[in-house]
């Protein structure tokens, strides 16, 4: 891995019963290896809470959600003294009948932070109520859906939930062609047809399967699993360089992370995080880049499959029987 | 829980780290229970695979499409020769640039069935790849995107993957005040402004966290859990009785389950879909609407804890303290 | 009209040929007019133009946008100065793969603005491709599909384009069931289940119809009518009272007007403006607030036309008789 | 034009205020025209009315349409009785909570039909009242907004609402670099990249513009222009052949078209139709290839232009004054 907090080797912690995920994984990560390695960027990062403050009319709602943008000051000074790691980046607000729904934007140090945004929202919505005397506010929750948790959305996409990382790749022609006998053509034409199908089914991902990865590495390392709902969205994209090589680029624009709070202190999800130097304070960023990079190794491995035809024939071989149903 | 399929009592067995979670969970239950049961229902049933074919250009990928319709009786018969368990139900079609993207939808008895359904469908690929004279097939992938499996889509909500599921009650008012010390308008009312906050956000959800439930149900369960990802979409839907009581549903569009195959038959797994007499064949419309009722236990419980504004408190009490990072 | 712009009574200008659609908008206004009238306001204001910058990688691409946050001031003054009556509110960014997307969010005053934006924002990325000295700008585009002109959009939705405009009303029952033959009751329940609809349908619009209105008033008017993709987006929101009276609002988060610049300056159109005070500068918002109020009485005349079963009947009565194919 | 129906050289008539507008598809139509021409094929044709009946639960709802299902054929007979033109192709069901969504699917010969399938639907649905003995329907709506007429929706892209059609050209480098100043790399580059931004923004339309063909010719032929909501909807698709000579094609799923009734049989807008031989029975499918046609060279030439640079410069030349704002 060449990134800006990940670099070097790393064996990733994989929580699976698939006998083929592993495998197709470890291909993908040869090729990426040979090739010079994947450089990897957190571009993103932004945890929320979204309540919403209903008025009497639409009118009045706006005028609140003016009066929050004067008041944000105080409103980031309230939020913050709720807990020392958290910060209050900005408020979004998006108005709809007479509804403000307000998105706090934070950074929460390396944990997850779902909890802590909710303790500071809380605080900020409490001074809330007993400070604005702009408008009367009729009624109010700490939740409206727009945070989005645990949630796949176009808000997640956008503006960020959890870190927004990239990782990318020149895949070498030659080295696909001898570890996964697909080429680089194939890869690239599949990626694209892969896209408009992407559009015709209305998903949040135009990649293979960033859930599989996701969801062993979260398992393994004591994450939210929950959160694999917004964290398997993605963005993949290509360029078939002008030697046939191969620049393949994933970003996850929602990736939940956290390298302390939560399952990560748990006996043996620790464990995998301190196996990738990735436990504690100051590491989150690392970690997320490690994820990003393991997510571009199995979208080459399982593209690289399907442009070469063997990807069933490769389930026979080291798939699992079982005794009531026979192969599955 | 008052199903087709699963009546009676149920101790869902959740597997987390969540402290509040299992509480949560369990005031829900109550309510439901208290309020006289929930009803369940498995309205769909569908898995697919979606290979996609490319041709010269739009009329033969047309025509192409036209020949799948003319010859599915011999495309069934070939894909369902691939497995006794497997029965293909309807090829669906998608036509964009000169492609054609097939759905193939089947049922896989128990099994959440994605191999067997890529066995069928590479053996029907393989025969049309071989029959078909209508027009040139230019080139085939096993795979183009539309599946949609492991990713939240729209595809999924409308057409249904895995299991189509949907788990209504009423709620009584007095109950709903008793146990969670919310009233149902409130309730009701949440129901409401999160709608408008899910379509504004385009987010595939207009619930509070259906993920919580499935994932910790999929993972204590040996379910495949990456498929959080699409199984966690929802739709929820809610009615104030004349006396105040309050109907509420939940559907869950894609809920993919199994209760054979995969990593239900790991030892734990296999013990926790027993206790619930869902281990085997014939069992899995049961274990899926026992999943819908968890969700809506859940749904009830946290949105009545936002109408009631004690969300984070019962966070406070509740949750872990983390050596590193303090309160999470 | 009781708008913050527009107040008092308005004969709202309507080109079509279908001869129901006037009769239908007419009992609508009949409603709101009896019940008391509509309230609307403006709530929002952003038109742009979003050009895209393309570097070797994503953490580049991540430096430009912050290199883009501390020049904001400087771009501000230059965009500003290609036009008196822009302003330059803020700049979105959005990153992904190694590529920024930024989106230029301005006012135009009373023009629709979108060719202002093109120069302003053309003017805006000379001098950033002369100034920006912290990462080397490998290409770049002036328009990279995230404006979304003319296009329905999550985006459109979430971050306003043109204007943001909200009508509501509180109908009395007595009047509807008059006018209409139709009890609020029933005019309730069908927007709760169209909503359902909405959602499983991956719609961006939750009303009936509010591209008819919005159509018809821009023909009229000499607005661009290719606008209509985006202006055509709508959010419904319904409460039933106690008194049984109903609660309607209807949402524009995208809506494209101007009274000056374009086809607003032809002869009959003018006319059409001027006949609703709605002509050159300053008029905008009134302008936006009535084509809201008419979506409004639209959506209640057809939602209504629905719940009393009278909808195609309507059409036999009034419709036109074609001398090819009959009725049609 | 060297359509299945379309073929030969067509004067497109485009009703538009925007000067810049008919030369930049004036432009288009030279690379296409001077490239060997464009294909085109109609690979879909649906038009749609979508009821919604409403039962105690979810388990009755599924009966519903399980008896749909079975009465298929004397549904059929019963709606198409209702008019000489109308074909009922298939129902498509999507059940949600106690809630079953029918789409009725027809063809409509060359109207665009939204009327005749109202009533065929209307018919349809009260023989269902009459004779649906299986279950108790407790209330039903003639439109649950899932049809979804003059929306733009994810079931429109896929499911086809109207025409289906695809426009192809093969551009030659050469050409396109003598008529637009570009390159077809750039061109294809770009439209890489915008795919990325239409992702990003949750848009129905990765291309540049098709709205702006669609309505200048619906306009001019007498089309219900409030169609554009959905017809704008499109899938551009693009593949730098060896030689840099650029395949490029669009798909619009949802076009809503017709050649006779509604505004087509006004004296201007007939002539116009008749000018391309589009006028009455038989001439559906020729015309909405020529519209494909139109769509597909404007998105040829504004992708050019945006490549090139010369966007807002060639605004400026062939723009209009507006005496009031002064350029817009």
């Known amino acids: 891995m060449r990134g800006e907090h990940a670099q070097g080797e790393f064996y990733v912690p994989l929580a ?151 990782a990318e790749a020149v895949i070498k022609r030659d080295v696909l062609l001898e570890i996964m006998h697909a080429d680089t053509e194939s890869l690239y034409y599949h990626s694209k047809v892969a896209s408009i199908g992407t559009m015709l089914a209305g998903a949040n991902n135009n990649g293979c399967h960033s859930a599989n990865a996701i969801t062993a590495v979260f398992m393994a390392t004591g994450q939210d699993v929950a959160n694999v709902s917004e964290s398997s969205a993605a963005l993949l994209y290509g360029e078939l360089l002008e030697n046939k090589d191969l620049y393949m680029s994933i970003t996850l624009p929602s990736l939940i992370v956290a390298t302390c709070g939560g399952g990560t202190g748990l006996p043996t999800q620790r464990e995998c995080l301190e196996a990738l130097d990735c436990y504690g304070v100051g590491k989150v960023n690392k970690f997320a880049e490690i994820v990003a990079g393991t997510v571009l190794a199995g979208e080459i491995s399982l593209a690289a499959a399907i442009s070469s035809l063997d990807w069933v024939s490769s389930h026979e071989q080291m798939g699992r029987n079982d005794p009531v149903k026979g192969k599955v």
């Open 16 to 166: 699976t019963s698939e006998g083929t995920l592993v495998a197709s994984y470890n291909r993908g990560m040869k090729v990426l290896h040979e090739s010079g390695g994947v450089k990897c960027a957190v571009v993103g990062d932004n945890m929320q809470r979204a309540p919403v403050f209903i008025f009497e009319d639409a009118a009045q709602a706006r005028r609140f959600a003016d009066w929050i943008v004067v008041n944000t000051d105080q409103i980031k000074a309230v939020s913050e003294a709720s807990d020392p790691f958290i910060r209050l980046k900005h408020i979004d607000y998006y108005l709809a009948s007479k509804f403000a729904y307000l998105r706090f934007n934070y950074t929460t140090g390396d944990a997850a932070g779902q909890n802590m945004v909710g303790k500071a929202t809380f605080a900020a919505c409490n001074w809330i109520l007993q400070n604005c005397d702009e408008v009367e506010i009729r009624r109010y929750f700490l939740d409206g859906n727009i945070a989005t948790d645990k949630k796949a959305s176009m808000m997640n996409i956008m503006r960020t939930r959890g870190k927004r990382v990239t």
